[in-house]
C-alpha cells in the first residue's frame, strides 16, 4: 500500500509543479490585466505658454494650470488601443506685447483660457511584465472654449474676454509612460504629454498656446 502511495506521490509531483508554473505565468502575463474595454479617472498638471512666431512684439512667460476628466481606451488586440476621453482643461500664460493705449508702450497679461477637451489618440503598449508596461501615443486633441479670463497689470481682477478668444482649439499630442499594475482590475497611469495647439489661440498677436501635461490616472 506505501509503494502504491509512494509511486502515486511521484507521478503527480510533475502535474503540481506544472500547474503551479502556469499560474505563476498567467499572473505575470499580459492576460493578467488585458480588458477589450478600460475607463479611468485623471488628473495632469501642465505647463502652458503662448508661441507667437515670428512676432517679435510679444513675449510669453509659461504658467502652471491643469486638466482631469475621464479616459477610455479600446482595445484593437493586446498591444494596440484607441484612446480617447473627456477632459476639462485650463491653460494659464503670462504675456508682454504692446499696450493699445500708450504709443511704442507694453502691457503684462494673464490668460485664463479653459476648454472641453477630447482626445483622438492611438495608443502602444508593451506586454504586462512584473506589475507594469510601458505605453506611447499619438494623436490630435479637439477643444471648445468653456471659459477665457485675462487679467491686465495693476487690474485686481479678470475679466471675460468674449469672442478676443478663439472658440475651437486643435492641437498635435506625443506622449508616453507608464502603467502600474495595483489589482486584477486596477492600473495606475504616470506619464508625459506635449500638446502643440495649431489653431488661434487669441486675437491679440494671434498666437498658438501649447503644453507639456504631467499625467497621473487609475484605470478600473
Known sequence: MQKKTILFLLLALPFVFSNHKGLAQDYYSSTYQYKPISLGITFSPNIGWMRYGDNDEYESSPKFGYAYGLLADFAFSENYYFSTGLLINTLNTETSGPSPETTGGTLDRDYRLQYAEIPIAVKLKSTMRYFR????????????????????AGASSRHSMGSSADFLRLALQIGGGVEWQLDHNLVMMTGLTFNNGFTRAVRAGEPRNSYIAFNFGIFF
Open 133 to 152: 508596461s510601458y505605453y506611447g501615443q499619438f494623436g490630435f486633441t479637439a477643444g471648445l472654449k468653456l471659459n477665457a479670463k485675462e487679467q491686465e
